[in-house]
């Protein structure tokens, strides 16, 4: 999301506008431990669709920017892989660790990779946007990878061609077909098993043992957090504290804390997560004052509901109310 807020506001979009109805503050995308949902990240997308509507390319664009140091320890594992075959095994065992919506599926034959990018999951109003993403990005980390070559030999599309179908060369280095069966892009064969220059055992397993870590974390965090998010959206209007959250789970609030922490969050984020969902629904939906949904969410102030607002949006609830009329 930060790469994608980086561009937009190089495009003159305001902050504001791009995280609209993401739930996801401004400051958090300077927090190298912030985390972000799916579901966050598709909205904003969604409103660069929106604000930028002919803006040619934009997927392409975007996937530009995600060069190797985007994927953290993914990215280093990437870099010192013996080939860049060898990183695309690595990409794909740790695949939720990458930005992709998209699925990645390598077919070997004897000749040819063929690397099929699958959208089925992706909403349809976004499935263009994110194939051009997540092919332009692959093509930027493999040019990290292997400066001086290209390792794609041809490339199609289920979409039609659009107007701008020439800036594909551009970032791909290879014209695609258009209205094919499937997104896929060929790799030849005898670049991709070519040493890469910085390759180094150490670096990569310490790099895997990371990137395992992470998805361990990744994956307990679904389970935990998931359950105390679910919680306080059912309570929202009447907010339960840590320790009430805490006993319903059969934890003490200590070891609910520590867990939280562990994951990359806390109960205070969680919270605030619920209650700002809840204001933006108001906001939208009823004609209730801005005083009266702070007091609903638990401010005894106005004042305190809308720095509140601000701190998760980026805007006012005023200005949030204005651009929803």
């Not at 040619?56 to 190797?68: D, K």
């Not at 990183?87 to 034959?109: H, I, M, N, Q």
């Not at 990779?113 to 109003?125: E, H, K, N």
Request: net charge negative; glycine share 6%.
């Amino acid at each position: 999301m930060r790469l994608m807020a980086e561009f937009a506001a190089d495009k003159g979009m305001e902050a504001g506008d791009c995280l609209r109805d993401t739930g996801v503050a401004f400051a958090a995308l300077s927090d190298p431990n912030a985390t972000v949902t799916g579901t966050q990240e598709l909205q904003l997308i969604r409103n660069l669709l929106r604000h930028f509507p002919d803006e040619p390319g934009l997927g392409l664009q975007v996937g530009s920017r995600y060069h190797f140091t985007s994927f953290g320890a993914l990215g280093f594992a990437l870099m010192s892989s013996p080939s860049v075959r060898s990183a695309l095994d690595v990409a794909l065992g740790y695949f939720p660790l990458t930005f992709a919506f998209t699925r990645f599926k390598v077919e070997d034959s004897a000749t040819a990779t063929r690397l099929v990018i699958d959208d089925a999951a992706v909403p349809m109003p976004l499935r263009r946007f994110l194939v051009e993403r997540d092919s332009s990005a692959l093509v930027t980390v493999q040019r990290d990878l292997i400066p001086d070559m290209s390792v794609l030999t041809s490339a199609s599309f289920q979409f039609s061609a659009p107007e701008y179908a020439e800036m594909f060369e551009q970032y791909l280095g290879v014209l695609p077909e258009f209205d094919a069966p499937l997104n896929v892009a060929m790799l030849n064969r005898d670049v991709i098993s070519l040493p890469l220059p910085l390759a180094n055992a150490l670096t990569q397993q310490a790099a895997i043992d990371q990137c395992r870590q992470l998805l361990d974390e990744r994956i307990a965090r679904t389970q935990l957090s998931a359950q105390v998010r679910e919680r306080l959206a059912r309570g929202a209007m009447h907010m339960p504290e840590m320790e009430n959250v805490a006993n319903e789970m059969c934890l003490t609030v200590r070891t609910l804390r520590r867990r939280l922490r562990d994951e990359g969050t806390s109960f205070i984020e969680l919270r605030d997560e619920a209650r700002c969902a809840l204001a933006r629904e108001w906001l939208r939906g009823s004609k209730l004052s801005v005083g009266q949904i702070g007091e609903r969410l638990g401010y005894a102030e106005a004042t305190s509901f809308i720095n509140a607002f601000k701190r998760w949006t980026g805007e006012t609830p005023h200005v949030f109310r204005r651009h929803t009329d």
